[in-house]
């Protein structure tokens, strides 16, 4: 035989493998491409951790600054910011804390601030001094506010001018704790609070010595981030330095580099704005277009005025995209990528009908949780796909869940019992050194309860995601629902026993069960509350909407209400809840009063058929 026969033999039989792996494996390839991308990152992690001085996120910035200095990095409005006027504008923000009386480098600092670059600078800023940063929910008020304040032991508030008031409402307290409170403003004439902006202005631009940093490590935090759990206040996940590095990874792995421009919507106190589209266009480079909060009519004016060409999404943006009235030029836009999770895969359908052909990529994370996926291989309505290597790597399961007394089912020997594919089960996932759990700040209790023993062995430990997922035939992780006592509404997660104690603190309200109820057309629930009064009490919608909307942040706010003649008394909590879920919101199922939230009228008001025919039909929107 000759070379060219060899070769065409060589050839077909290469072509010939290629077409049976691609027919009894159809996804071998997008799997071995994604193994290499994972294989990259690691690599490119282990070479940066062997590093000295150490490397860090904020070292990555750093780089990017040295390297395209006159690289557009921030837009937000009619301004923009340069990596180096970025870098100029955050040493300022750091000289100007420095010298402020109060804070000592390394002290940990809470950012109460929505969008804006001053959020970026001041994050900046505090990796440059080595100070931990704690990103407030700028919804949140009074004892909530407080209580994650507190929770990580932070010494300095910085705020935006407009949650003044918020903060005045805590002033007290943050005094008496010697909490020194800044606001971002020229002038503040509230005792208490100093004003900090003509501060940062008057302060040098010179780069801020290595030194003040030398103390963190990859083990100390660099950002706290708060997180619903299934009870109680928020919780304050730690993100150290090591994690954060690894975040770098996020938006890389998915094909995003420097000539990318990102829109950046998503509230950047969450992990999605936060660690996803910041910390992520720290690594490649990009440009952030940065809006204060999402906007549906805007959303695809903005993606064309600025070439956006990557964008974020949580399930409801989707939703609300697709909602809108039909545009002619709906295709018109540069927008090729889309990141985020909790899209229907109906949803899904939809948005790339309508607005051309951008490639979605699905993922499941959680802030403080081990495990994490993604798809890549673009499978409609999955947020994942179940690979040999991930799973040796980040050992996950599902194991069945019982979810009449919310915990997972046990065999008599005590150990979990793994869900077949095809069934929904909880997914826990093994906490080792490469996957670890790093529990919450200052609370111990939360941080053993997302703990469970025993799962496959005796001894062993695991994660408890608090999610149920469904694994089909072809190996996609499908997202079911969520757990225990909480509900997910816009994109936020409720913890129904912290509405329930805001509710009970109402002078009127002696009992109040709060759970999530499913609108047609919306992602996630929205929240109910049955309640019982107080004997010899009058219901009045008026003092209960303004106490709910002082304390508790829209999202969080029970839309409905059912008063309740009495506790039943049958069957447990769990089952009567259950019940409480299955009726819903439908005057035509229940006898008891119920009511609606109703912002018009500052009141809850009473709910009636056309109202609900309307919410169902969705032409009132909730
Ligand atoms: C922080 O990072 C290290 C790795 O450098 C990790 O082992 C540790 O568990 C993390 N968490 C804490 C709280 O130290
Ligand atoms: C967007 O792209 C167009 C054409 O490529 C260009 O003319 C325009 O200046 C760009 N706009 C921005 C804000 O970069």
């Known amino acids: 035989m000759d070379i060219y026969t060899i070769t065409i033999l060589l050839l077909v039989s290469l072509l010939t493998i290629v077409l049976a792996v691609n027919t009894y494996f159809p996804y071998f390839w997008l799997d071995l491409k994604y193994f290499c991308e994972l294989l990259q990152i690691i690599l490119r992690y282990l070479s940066r951790r062997r590093r000295t001085p150490n490397f860090f996120a904020l070292d990555r910035f750093l780089e990017q600054t040295a390297t395209h200095p006159d690289k557009l990095f921030i837009v937000f409005g009619n301004e923009r910011y340069t990596f180096a006027q970025t870098d100029q504008r955050s040493n300022q923000f750091a000289h100007a804390l420095q010298s402020q009386p109060g804070y000592g480098a390394g002290d940990t600092v809470a950012l109460f601030m929505s969008n804006e670059p001053a959020f970026l600078f001041t994050w900046l800023a505090l990796a440059k001094l080595g100070s931990p940063a704690a990103l407030l929910n700028h919804n949140i008020r009074t004892r909530s506010l407080l209580h994650c304040f507190s929770c990580c032991g932070a010494s300095v508030l910085i705020a935006a001018p407009e949650l003044r008031d918020a903060v005045e409402d805590v002033l007290p307290s943050l005094t008496q704790q010697g909490v020194t409170v800044l606001l971002m403003t020229d002038h503040c004439p509230t005792p208490g609070i100093l004003s900090f902006t003509e501060k940062v202005n008057a302060a040098p631009a010179s780069p801020i010595s290595r030194s003040l940093r030398s103390k963190v490590t990859f083990k100390s935090p660099a950002v706290y981030i708060y997180t619903s759990g299934t009870t109680g206040l928020p919780k304050a996940a730690v993100v150290n330095q090591t994690r954060l590095l690894t975040a770098l990874a996020v ?219 469904r694994i089909d035939q072809d190996n996609f992780i499908y997202f079911q629902d969520r757990v225990g006592d909480t509900f997910r509404w816009k994109g936020e997660n409720v913890a129904t026993t912290e509405v329930s104690d805001i509710l009970t603190i109402w002078d009127c309200i002696k009992e109040a069960n709060v759970y999530g109820v499913c609108v047609p057309g919306h992602e996630g629930r929205t929240g109910m509350a049955a309640v019982t009064l107080q004997e010899d009490t009058q219901f009045n919608g008026r003092d209960l909407y303004s106490h709910v909307t002082k304390y508790l942040p829209p999202y969080a706010r029970p839309r409905f209400l059912r008063i309740q003649g009495a506790v039943e008394v049958t069957g447990t909590f769990k089952q009567l809840k259950v019940k409480l879920v299955e009726q819903g919101f439908d005057p035509g199922q229940i006898q008891d009063p119920l009511f609606v939230l109703d912002d018009r009228e500052k009141s809850y008001v009473t709910m009636t058929t056309e109202m609900y025919n309307s919410i169902i039909s969705g032409n009132i929107k909730l």
């Open 251 to 469: 938006l890389s792995s998915n094909g995003v580099s420097s000539e990318d421009v990102v829109y950046l919507n998503l509230p950047l106190y969450h992990t999605a704005g936060f660690v996803i589209g910041f910390i992520g266009s720290i690594e490649t480079g990009s440009t952030i277009v940065l809006r204060r909060k999402f906007s549906a009519s805007q959303f695809w004016d903005d993606c064309r005025k600025h070439n956006v060409t990557v964008i974020q999404y949580i399930g409801e943006v989707m939703r609300y995209l697709c909602s809108t009235p039909k545009r002619e030029n709906d295709r018109e836009h540069k927008v090729r990528l889309a990141i985020g999770n909790g899209v229907r895969a109906e949803v899904w359908r939809e948005f790339i009908h309508r607005f051309g052909d951008i490639q979605i990529r699905e993922f499941y994370a959680s802030t403080e949780g081990n495990v994490g996926f993604v798809n890549y291989a673009g499978k409609i309505g999955a947020i994942g796909r179940v690979n040999f290597i991930h799973s040796t790597l980040f050992p996950f399961v599902l194991i069945k869940y019982d979810t009449e007394r919310d915990e997972p089912v046990r065999r008599h020997d005590g150990l979990c019992v793994p869900a077949p594919k095809g069934e929904t089960g909880l997914l826990v996932s093994k906490i080792t050194d490469i996957a670890p759990f790093e529990g919450y700040a200052q609370n111990e209790e939360q941080t053993e309860r997302k703990r469970v023993r025993n799962v496959l062995r005796k001894g062993d430990l695991y994660f408890n995601s608090g999610d149920l997922m």
